[in-house]
Nanobody, 123 residues
């Protein structure tokens, strides 16, 4: 079956950096659009970034543009989210997701989800 497994979350101070990873299995990774979302306590799941099959098309949420970078390694079935200049408002559970049909900001466009990894930014 399809599995998306996130890793790399943790606790970091304001202004610090963290990289989260998501490794996929059970699907043809190179044919899926990949996205990162996050959910803070008491808030809805929010779009963070998305990347096309070969990385030629990338979307970012305005709140992370210039600070976060999404990338992928199709040979390793892994998508990454490099997060720099982290702020307390970036604290959330970060989820990766896979979409068959298109690169998208809408979580309803995604077919598979990981279990999430906690990122906490201390002030």
């Amino acid at each position: 079956q399809v599995q998306l497994v996130e890793s790399g979350g943790g606790l970091v101070q304001t202004g610090g950096s963290l990289r989260v990873s998501c490794t996929a299995s059970g699907l043809t990774f190179s044919r899926y659009f990949m996205g990162w979302f996050r959910q803070a306590p008491g808030k809805e799941r929010a779009f963070v970034a998305a990347i096309s099959w070969r990385g030629g098309n990338i979307y970012y949420a305005d709140s992370v543009k210039g600070r976060f970078t999404i990338s992928r390694n199709n040979a390793e079935n892994t998508v990454y989210l490099q997060m720099n200049s982290l702020q307390p408002e970036d604290t959330a559970v970060y989820y990766c997701a896979a979409a068959r049909d298109r690169i998208a900001r809408n979580p309803e466009e995604y077919d598979y989800w990981g279990q999430g990894t906690q990122v906490t930014v201390s002030s």
